[in-house]
């Protein structure tokens, strides 16, 4: 699995189905979105996450959102694929973000009612779902001048609202694991950059963010 910064991670053969997450393609560079993930990189790098997340002055929000939503989905990929030696059938039979949540998965076309099942299977079928949506044109379009679907920003929060299942699942399930691998603080500050973001543009609901609801406090004073 490669990420964003070009590391690779090969998940460890067994531990999950040999088809591994394939990052969104790369932003082409030259192009207006690849402008906009450079101004997001050099703002994250001011630590300003607050500010970073904000809509650049003149930016179209849909392709704000776009970027970013591309750029945490390469995230947490990559994040998820240090720790898939850990989360496996046996240690995580059920998709779970301690023992208060527990998900179900469902696509709406090939899954319709929701099926239990193992974490990392739930995570499987959530990131081929995402990349799916994200190699869709008509859905991310990549050319300038193409418009945005009308229901763009409810497809966003779908993803979203599932990519944070994966935080969820990992913080819950898998912290001690990414402490021995020295992971925590990159771990954290991917997850308060996800955080600022769905809350600056309210696309996840409140409800949904409960299972992390006090690592989200926490998180959020240190800022103030």
Not at 125 to 132: A, C, H, I, S
Not at 155 to 177: G, P
Request: glycine share 6%; net charge neutral.
């Amino acid at each position: 699995v490669k990420g964003l910064t070009g590391k690779v991670f090969s998940p460890v053969s067994g531990s999950r189905s040999s088809k591994t997450f394939k990052p969104k393609k790369n932003i082409p560079e030259g192009s207006h979105q690849y402008e906009l993930l450079k101004h997001a990189e050099a703002t994250l790098g001011s630590g300003n996450l607050r500010q970073a997340v904000m809509l650049p002055e003149g930016e179209d929000l849909n392709e704000w959102i776009a970027v970013n939503t591309v750029d945490f989905f390469n995230q947490i990929n990559m994040l998820y694929g240090t720790i898939t030696e850990f989360c496996t059938e046996v240690s995580c039979p059920v998709m779970s973000a301690g023992p208060r949540y527990e998900y179900h998965w469902a696509d709406g076309t090939n899954i319709k009612k929701p099926i239990k099942c193992s974490a990392p299977k739930y995570i499987d079928y959530l990131m081929t779902w995402v990349q799916d949506q994200l190699d869709d044109e008509t859905l991310f379009p990549s050319k300038i001048g193409v418009p945005f679907p009308k229901n763009f920003m409810s497809v966003a929060k779908t993803i979203l609202k599932r990519l944070f299942r994966v935080y969820a699942h990992i913080y819950h399930q898998h912290f001690d694991s990414v402490m021995r691998l020295q992971e925590e603080a990159h771990l954290n500050t991917s997850f308060k950059h996800f955080i600022f973001f769905v809350q600056e543009f309210n696309l996840i609901d409140r409800r949904e963010l409960a299972p992390l609801q006090e690592l989200i406090e926490k998180l959020g004073s240190k800022d103030r």
